[in-house]
């Protein structure tokens, strides 16, 4: 007990802080008092307000005594949670004897604004911004309820990063929530920075291609997972959101579904699913079909593309991959750079791959409107992550096609569905509602449905309160 | 979590199961052993694989849901079961075999002359592999999603229906065939594939009319098999038929679009995903009888053992001639196993019944 006393010193603290020259500390010497704070972590105004003008204010070391007694203080008698305090924003306040803390965070964080990677057309803009508390806000703005839950965890044996499991108490499965609790505990690393990497180490086969749980940067997009029984993860100084459990059909819809008129939602799911469709399959076909099923070209259309491929020296297969991976140059190279440069680059890729490849007799105008469709498609998928999956997977399809042709292609669809049906997110089946067959969620898994018939919330989520709504009109 | 296969899955998978490379053939079959309207033939053996099912059935209903390997080690000595097993996995697994083998030689003639068809069998086997070591709940998840990638090629019968014409099917039954017993026999191959779902006790939902399910599953396959043999009746007639080889081929290469014809050889390829799920079934069933022999093995190197070993004999046969008198002798074996099977767990079943009354 002396010795935990001893430790927590002044002298302590700025030993255990020593060479942080963004420390502050400042000395009251009247009252024989001494702050130390990081000055970036704390709201100013608190600072002064709570702290710095109560203190100067003071004349006797009795009235420090009765400010600190006051509820906001909180008496520390160990080092670690002081410098764990100072760390989280707080004030360490050393009078006598005795150290107390006083929680004024408040860090510079980015305001609220439109997200650049997940836009819509109809609907609220507002995007999630790197301050988790600041996200919070926006869902319970959303979510007015009590049951509105909120666990905290913190991940990184070096980061201490704040992560928050958000639920809907008697809506979402506790069963879901205790496991993600879990997952999130047994996390042994260094530091995790984003929700994308959080939810690679939350996922129940980290090797696979698919992500297998919903990232999204919208607070209108989680409220809506976490009303229909989802769990919702954040973590600090990430604006991306993680809901679970997920399956790869949820990948397909968009929020506008919901915004805009439904014969509008529904044909715009399935232009989806014709993307994604095309994105995988397309330059694969055009690939088999020139290499090895010439016949199956109807005599009108083989003479146009037997003009077209006459020039061209290489085999389809090195000529669909070339520009496919000249497509992936130019999607990298508009992505990192910044917007006025990047307008450049598409003028260049364009001039490059659209007229100049077909001039100099590299590849012929049939390939560039097949891996143009594909690139396009493969950008119709609403949510990046699984939208870059494909594009990754589609390489080895036209690879297969390349070798065995139509065979090729099937056999590499079989792979893909069977790596499909062996995943799961959270423990649910990640085919839901296909595979296991749940035909009650497929009018808001295909089609978008009239809203009274989306009576029911999607049965993966296993919610205790499976209705969503009552009234049949 | 607690997952058990529900009816729909399971009727797919019943279903999937069932229907397999026979499909390509099945209409010159009827129509060379049972002449005219041969595909009449087709609801006799509809009920009686309904019959056999239900004999299935009261396995589960007697055995209460119990795995039927269980029940056979509660009465039958080891040393008689054993032997008893290994022949059940030699025939599934072999019969297995051959169906992936004939797919592939097929394929070969269609579109790949000049390859080694075994490379395609490699391929096929490690892609029935990948299934097999995962589980049967991975299986039935996969066999639902293939169902619905194979599903709307029932569409593609309506392009053929202009050319359909009632006059060729005639108003004579069952005329100008021969040897029908054997036909039987062949014809009713076609339906095999139900009779793995003795397996699947321990794996579904014993809340749900299961049973049904399997029914259901194998009335979708006698509807689709009944369309198909009617309108391909309707479309080359009887005498037709007899000289085609694979007329469900002829069928697919018929069909035109303005961007795109000759489909067969990528229609072909979607049949993959059926001729998989068939074997994989097989050989998922051969792989837990040969379990129970060598329990402490895992399951991965087990199928691992087993698919090399049928992968080395399927290099034996190498034309389609030879494969299908393979397929069609382990076919009749495999129809005898379909109705022995259950016949014997019943008689053990009842007589455990027997001695449990007695004994109380």
Known sequence: MAEQHERLSLEHILHEFEDCADLTRRNFPEIGADIVYFSHTVDNLL?????????????????????????????????????????????????????????????????????????IIAGPHDAFVESATTNISLIRRRIRSSHLKVIHCSVGEISKTDVYILYIKDIANLAYVQDLQQRIERIETDAIN???????????????VFPQFLTTERPDVSSSKLVSGKILVLIDNSPTSISAPASFFEFFSSSDDYYERWVLGTALRLVRYVALIITLTFTALYVAVTTFHYEMIPEALLLTLAESRNRVPFPPVYEALLMEFTIELLREAGARLPTKVGQTIGIVGGIVIGQAAVQAGLTSNILIISVASSAIASFVIPNYLMSASLRVIRFGIIILAGIWGNMGLVIAIAVIVIHLCSLSSLGASYLVPVAPMRGRDWKDVFIRAPFSLLLTRPTQNRTPNPIRQKNRK | MNEKIRPFNLAVLVYMSQVGIVVFTLPRTLADYFGTNGWLILIPCFLLSGFNIYL??????????????????????????????????AVWMMFGCVIGKKYVLLFQMLAFPTTNPMLFKLMFDILAFMLITKGIYTISRAATMFFWITAWMYLLLLWVLPDFNWVRLTPFILQGGHNQFKGLLEVYGAFLGYEISILLFPYIDRRKKMMAAIQAGNAYLSVSYINLGLVSFGIFSSDQLKQLLYPLLDILAYIQFPFVERLENLLYGFFMFLVLMTVVMYWWGAVETAGRIVPRLKRQVLAFVLLAITYGISFLPKTID???????????????????????????????????????
């Open chain 1, 194 to 208: 984003d929700g994308g990497m959080l939810s690679q180490y939350l996922e129940d086969k980290q090797t696979s």
């Open chain 1, 47 to 119: 600072l002064i307000n709570q702290v710095l003008d109560p203190l100067s204010a003071l004349q006797r070391k009795k009235e420090l005594e009765q400010l600190l007694r006051e509820s906001q203080f909180v008496r520390v008698t160990d080092s670690k949670t002081a410098v764990t305090g100072i760390l989280e924003g707080g004030v360490a306040v050393f009078a006598a004897d005795t150290v107390h803390l006083i929680d004024v965070y408040g860090p510079e964080a980015r305001s609220v604004s439109e997200s650049e990677t997940e836009s």
């Open chain 2, 56 to 89: 299935i059935s009261l396995v589960y209903k007697l055995g209460n849901g119990r795995s039927v390997f269980e029940i056979m080690e509660q009465s039958i000595p080891k040393p008689l079961l054993y032997p008893f097993y290994m022949g059940l996995t």
């Open chain 2, 322 to 360: 030879e494969i299908d008198a393979w397929i069609s002798f382990l076919g009749n074996i495999t129809t005898g196993v379909a109705f022995g099977l259950p016949v014997l767990l019943i008689t053990v079943l009842l007589i455990q019944k027997k001695g449990e009354k007695s004994g109380g």
